[in-house]
């Protein structure tokens, strides 16, 4: 069993910033890939950024390429997604998620949620 607790959220104006942190509970977090999805209301899970288990790989949404990065520390289980020029269109419920394999960004191939974190940019 994995735990996974994201933080950082918030309420912030177009154009600024945020760190999102998930810790992860499990000492085997290093063993494999991490990423972040969100959901905006009435909108489907979208992905947002993954990282392989060694942090020396990266995959990104069209929507967020350049201005996000996703990155993790394995010594503390826990990956970040820093986040700027923030959109309103960037407005979700931002989740963190571990994969199964050392690197996916499928969906279904991401088998432990946090409970999200709220992202609320306003213009």
């Known amino acids: 069993q994995v735990q996974l607790v994201e933080s950082g959220g918030g309420l912030v104006q177009a154009g600024d910033s945020l760190r999102l942190s998930c810790a992860a509970s499990?000492?085997?977090?290093?063993?494999?890939?991490m990423g972040w999805f969100r959901q905006a209301p009435g909108k489907e899970n979208e992905f947002v950024a993954a990282i392989n288990w060694s942090g020396t790989s990266t995959q990104y949404a069209n929507s967020v390429k350049g201005r996000f990065t996703i990155s993790r520390d394995n010594a503390k289980n826990t990956v970040y997604l820093q986040m700027n020029s923030l959109k309103p269109e960037d407005t979700a419920v931002y989740y963190c998620?571990?994969?199964?394999?050392?690197?996916?960004?499928?969906?279904?191939?991401?088998?432990?949620w946090g409970q999200g974190t709220q992202v609320t940019v306003s213009s």
């Open positions: 998620a571990k994969s199964n394999q050392l690197f996916s960004s499928e969906y279904a191939k991401f088998d432990y």
């Open positions: 499990r000492r085997t977090f290093g063993n494999f890939a």
